[in-house]
């Protein structure tokens, strides 16, 4: 049997306020609540994901980052800054525009949207 992606997890000093910000960015609810660790429930059919709490976050920039595609980007970067997101960067290749983002913990994560030209 191949291997599946079924959960990506967060390291984090604040387990739950950045959950806070995951779930209220991805429309979903924490699915479990270990205290230190918490997982949401999947959106779609894409993975969970996992907010873990640890004494020492990984400083820089995150070595792995996940994707996103949406109908409207300008609208939903606007929605995630009003969340505590941060946009870094817009980046774009032919067909394809996306934005760079922070979450409020600095982890880097991309909206894109597919078709659209700067």
């Given at each position: 049997?191949?291997?599946?992606?079924?959960m990506?997890?967060?390291?984090?000093?604040?387990?739950?306020?950045?959950?806070?910000?995951?779930?209220?960015?991805?429309?979903?609810?924490?699915?479990?609540?270990w205290?230190?660790?918490?997982?949401?429930?999947?959106?779609?059919s894409?993975?969970?994901?996992g907010?873990?709490q640890?004494p020492?976050?990984?400083p820089?920039?995150?070595r792995?980052?996940?994707?996103?595609?949406?109908?409207?980007?300008k609208?939903?970067?606007a929605?995630?800054?009003?969340?505590?997101a941060?946009?870094?960067a817009?980046?774009?290749?032919?067909?394809?525009?996306?934005?760079?983002?922070?979450?409020?913990?600095?982890?880097?994560?991309?909206?894109?949207?597919?078709?659209?030209?700067?």
């Amino acid at each position: 049997m191949p291997l599946s992606i079924d959960m990506i997890t967060i390291d984090t000093g604040d387990a739950r306020k950045l959950a806070e910000f995951w779930t209220a960015a991805l429309g979903t609810t924490i699915q479990n609540d270990w205290g230190e660790f918490l997982v949401l429930a999947p959106t779609g059919s894409g993975p969970a994901l996992g907010i873990q709490q640890v004494p020492d976050a990984t400083p820089g920039k995150n070595r792995v980052h996940f994707d996103s595609h949406v109908p409207d980007r300008k609208a939903e970067v606007a929605r995630l800054v009003a969340l505590g997101a941060e946009e870094v960067a817009v980046q774009t290749v032919p067909g394809l525009v996306w934005s760079v983002l922070a979450d409020p913990d600095g982890n880097q994560f991309c909206v894109g949207q597919p078709g659209e030209e700067l």
